[in-house]
């Protein structure tokens, strides 16, 4: 059974930081690159970091510098840290395997608001 449970978000001030977490079920975690998904209202669904199984990493432009993806093969669990957060950052923030699954399935995913 596919499971996917976020956790980490909330609200900061611009210049903060957050660490998000994901715990993922072994069907997923252990054969798939990783990644850290976000959706901002009236946004599509966007790929900000990914993580192969062996911690090679890519993120998009918008994060470079200043988000950092990993993983813990053992607890089968992704990270993201995410320093000096802008109000754009604000966003859903999911996990999910690299690419989407066929089933397209998502966790609930956690709220990251950005704002003085």
């Known amino acids: 059974q596919v499971q996917l449970v976020e956790s980490g978000g909330g609200l900061v001030q611009p210049g903060g930081s957050l660490r998000l977490s994901c715990a993922a079920s072994?069907?997923?975690?252990?054969?798939?690159?990783m990644g850290w998904y976000r959706q901002a209202p009236g946004k599509q669904r966007e790929l900000v970091a990914q993580?192969?199984?062996?911690?090679?990493?890519n993120y998009a432009d918008s994060v470079k510098g200043r988000f950092t993806i990993s993983r813990d093969n053992a607890k089968n669990t992704v990270y993201l840290q995410m320093n000096s957060l802008k109000p754009e950052d604000t966003a859903v923030y999911y996990c999910?395997?690299?690419?989407?699954?066929?089933?397209?399935?998502w966790g609930q995913g956690t709220q990251v608001t950005v704002s003085s």
């Open positions: 999910n395997q690299v690419p989407i699954g066929a089933d397209d399935y």
């Open positions: 072994d069907s997923i975690f252990s054969f798939y690159a």
């Open positions: 993580i192969t199984r062996g911690g090679s990493t």
